[in-house]
Each structure stands twice: as structure tokens, then as C-alpha cells.
């Protein structure tokens, strides 16, 4: 599990490795609804960054990143997330797979 501590007041860290994406994976896939629109963001977004260097806070795309790991970020001003370049690239291709699930759904709904 991810190692989550406050480098100061207002900062918190989150030490995560590979072991820690299947936490997001249940997460994500069994409360889909909930992070749909923050999914849309990551996926979007995150490759402008070289993956590894996206802000969550910025995008307000946390609400994964909290329910997975166990944090409150109610108090904080800044998340940083430090682990292996790795995790960052897997971490996206879960995010893409789900986007693209997402937008497969929406099509089959809409008969297309």
C-alpha cells in the first residue's frame, strides 16, 4: 500500500509503486459513475505532462486518487505523487482503457 504523508502543512505526498494500480482498477471499475467525468480530464490531459509530471489538484482530478489510496484532501493545498515512471504509464493506459470503454457504452447506447 501506498505510503501517504505530509511533507508540510499543506502538502501531502503520496508514495505509490505497481503493486498500488490494482487499488485504482477496483476503484475505478466498481464506482465508475463517480469518476467518469475525472477519467474524461486524466485521459485528456495527463499526456501533455509526460505523464509523470500531471497535477492532480490542478484538475481537480483527486477524488481516484483519495478514495484509493485513503486520504482526505479537504486541508491540503498540494498532492504530489511520487513513484516509478512505470506506475505513471500504467496508471494512463488504465485510464485510457476505461475511457474507451466509457465512449464504447455511451455509442451503444445511442444505437450507433
Known sequence: MANIRMENEKDLVVEADLSDLQTFVDESVNNFDIYREEIAVIYEKMPRFDYKYFC???????????????????????????????????????????????????????GA
Not at 481537480?60 to 486520504?71: C, H, I
Not at 513513484?83 to 457504452?105: K, S
Open 56 to 110: 492532480f489538484y490542478a484538475y481537480s482530478t483527486y477524488r481516484l486518487l483519495e478514495a484509493a489510496m485513503e486520504f482526505d484532501t479537504s486541508e491540503v493545498g498540494h498532492i504530489r505523487v511520487v513513484a516509478p515512471d512505470e506506475f505513471f504509464y500504467a496508471f494512463y493506459g488504465m485510464i485510457a482503457t476505461l475511457h474507451t470503454q466509457a465512449l464504447t457504452d455511451e455509442k451503444k447506447e445511442l
